[in-house]
């Protein structure tokens, strides 16, 4: 399992006259969870967005399971997008559906199941993500912030994919709640065999659940390994970020 | 990558066990749901204690793993013990982690029944006549209450952002209803000269032209054409503002949201509306006059003598009158409506149409209203 699942070579990605990403080249590897963090507009989030097709690249290419995205047709696209789901910032519920639709929205778009069944599995990837039956019947605007986050973990998995990003799954929680999404991240990762794509500001989290970390400054992977590579590098930010606080 | 999910019956020492083998994945759910449904269905049911030998399972996702517990769990309720054993080590997490799912049976969503159903929402939409009638009222109060505040102290009054709504509504809109009524007046002026003619009463083409324009039609259709430019953009920003919590935040703030959000936008339509209804009754009738010329014969110093003969100020009065009223009504439903959008996308969607017809029909039914009071009134 350690293959990588996503490989980024040379990627350059840019808004208006300035490039976000300069030449970053990074790899996922199968079964891992690997931490991306930088400083504020460092272009973590712009990194991930780019994997998954929502940024146009100005150069460089992006591998995922094997399939080269930029050359890929569209067919072969929906083939791996169905093998990844996707946790957005703000959860990006579908509002005018209740919890459990959300979750059978991808389901009883891709498989051929009964009504019966979608429910049932729609209330085990709920049960899964750490709710009851019950909450399935809320709506988006009648959740909390924290129970929006696991629905939309759960409509992630829904199709259970090979490859999970999470969008800073644990800001806006409290460090209970955050700690709690942590271990259910592990959890997860390890009963469905995933590989996370996590980026994140949470130190914790950090600490925590990731195998691996990526550092981004500057448009560029400056560090990447395990906590301790983080704690030796000698990169001013990531000096900063990681001997700045406690440990 | 892997093969088709197979269940096949093996005879081992008396008791019969069950070979699970292949994929067990949501791709072959079909597969799957054919092999559960088949005759083995029947073969559990006749044997007593059966063993599923999943140790042949290539792969496994949570829809298999749901299934073999599912599978499970209908025996034991049938009272056979079906166990499933030799499951590889790699999906023994996720089974059990499926396992604990869907204990409690989901609650059926409630559902009444068809005729039911739609005698409760006849219900509903005759009750939501009222509270329609009564959160007007409502809205009304409160616009009314927070411009006596501003008489009071006109510093508070937000003149810039009125300003600013002011050339939205207004003068944004000049262009448009500028050309609608040229087209309508021409419109009118044409059927009047074609019927009118068959007669040899040509003349009195201008004269329900000039009346019609002046007193009805001008206002009535710059009225529904603000409704459904302004009226709706109102209910919009005002229901996405409440979506997003703006709304509260203004009100957390000390801030009164009816004084700041929606007093401005109702000034700047009151004001508008009147100028764009004599703007749209002007354009009116000249479309009448170059219609009078090019299809009529009639030359243009001769439609205006004959105007100025058919109609007087009264007309004219009639119809601006009533503007600033139709704009009132607008502003009130389109900032009723814009408070009531819910944490939807549709009830956005929902609100901003309900905002449109609302005040198209109060338009119209203060159109009558204002018909019948001139006409007692004798003007």
Redesign the interface.
């Known amino acids: 399992m350690t293959a990588p699942v996503i490989s980024v070579r040379e990627l350059r990605v840019g808004f208006g006259a300035a490039d976000v990403l300069r030449g970053l080249t990074l790899d996922v590897l199968g079964g891992e969870i690997l931490g991306v963090v930088g400083g504020s507009g460092a272009g973590k989030s712009v990194l991930l967005r780019a994997i998954i097709g929502l940024v146009p690249l100005r150069a460089g290419t992006i591998e995922v399971l094997g399939t080269k995205m930029s050359s890929a047709t569209d067919a072969q696209k929906r083939a791996i997008e169905r093998r990844w789901g996707v946790l957005f910032q703000q959860g990006a519920l579908f ?2 559906l209740t919890a459990l639709q959300n979750v059978q929205f991808p389901m009883r778009e891709y ?4 009504e019966r ?1 979608l ?3 729609a ?3 709920l ?2 993500v750490g709710l009851h ?2 909450d ?2 809320k ?4 959740l909390s912030g924290g129970m929006t986050k696991r629905v939309a973990l759960a409509r992630a ?1 829904a ?2 994919p090979d490859i999970v990003f999470l969008d800073e799954p644990t800001s806006g929680l409290d460090p209970i709640s955050a700690s709690g999404f942590d271990q259910l991240i592990r ?1 997860l990762q ?4 995933l590989t996370v794509f996590m980026v994140t500001h949470d130190q914790d989290s950090l600490s925590t659940v990731c195998d691996r970390i990526a550092a981004l400054a500057g448009g560029q992977v400056v560090a990447l390994g395990t906590l301790e590579a983080m704690q030796a590098s000698r990169h001013p930010w990531v000096e900063a970020y990681f001997k700045g606080r406690r440990r | 990558m892997n093969g088709a999910p197979k269940l096949a019956r093996v005879e081992a020492g008396g008791r019969m066990r069950l070979a699970a083998t292949g994929a067990w ?2 791709a072959f ?2 597969e799957i ?1 054919q092999l559960l449904a088949g005759p083995l269905a029947s073969t559990l049911a006749g044997s007593g204690a059966t063993v599923i030998d999943a140790s042949g399972i290539a792969a496994l ?3 298999g793993a ?1 299934r073999l517990e ?1 599978l499970v769990r209908q025996q034991a309720r049938s009272g056979a013990n079906l166990a499933v054993e030799g499951l590889p080590q ?1 999906f023994a ?2 089974a059990a ?2 396992a ?3 204990q ?1 049976s ?2 059926p ?1 409630p559902r009444a029944p068809g005729l039911l159903c739609a005698i409760s929402d006849v219900g509903q939409a005759v009750a939501g006549i009222g509270s329609d009638f009564v959160s007007f009222t409502n809205m009304l109060g409160a616009i009314g209450a927070a411009a006596g505040r501003m008489l009071l102290q006109p510093s508070k009054f937000r003149l810039t952002s009125a300003v600013h709504q002011l050339d939205r509504v207004g003068l944004q809109a000049v262009p448009i209803i500028l050309l609608i009524t040229l087209l309508i007046g021409g419109i009118i002026a044409q059927q009047g000269f074609f019927h009118f003619r068959r007669f040899g009463a040509e003349l009195y083409a201008v004269d329900m032209t000039g009346i019609l324009v002046l007193r009805e039609i001008g206002v009535l259709i710059v009225a529904i054409m603000v409704a459904g430019r302004s009226g709706s953009s109102y209910t919009a920003e005002l229901g996405s503002m409440k979506m997003r919590e703006e709304i509260d935040a203004l009100s957390t703030m000390g801030f009164d949201p009816v004084e700041v959000l929606i007093l401005p936008r109702i000034v700047a339509l009151v004001l508008a509306l009147p100028i764009l209804a004599f703007l749209g009754a002007m354009a009116a009738l000249v479309g009448g006059g170059l219609m009078a010329s090019a299809y009529g014969g009639m030359s243009p110093a001769a439609f205006i003598v004959r105007l100025r003969e058919a109609i007087s100020l009264t007309h004219f009065e009639v119809g601006m009158i009533k503007a600033p009223f139709m704009a009132l009504a607008i502003g009130v439903v389109a900032a009723m409506e814009g408070l009531k959008v ?6 956005l969607g929902l609100r901003t149409t309900a905002s449109v017809v609302k005040s198209i029909f109060l338009v119209i039914v203060l159109d009558g209203l204002f018909a019948i009071f001139f006409a007692s009134i004798g003007m």
């Open positions: 509002s005018s498989m051929q199941l009964s069944m429910g049932e599995m209330v085990a990837k049960e899964m039956a019950d399935g019947r709506l988006p605007s009648e998995l199709l259970d959890t390890q009963t469905l065999g | 994945t949501g759910n079909r749901e996702d949570t829809f749901w599912r790699r997490a996720l982690n499926i604990l799912t869907n409690t989901a609650p969503p819910g944490g939807s996308a549709e009830s």
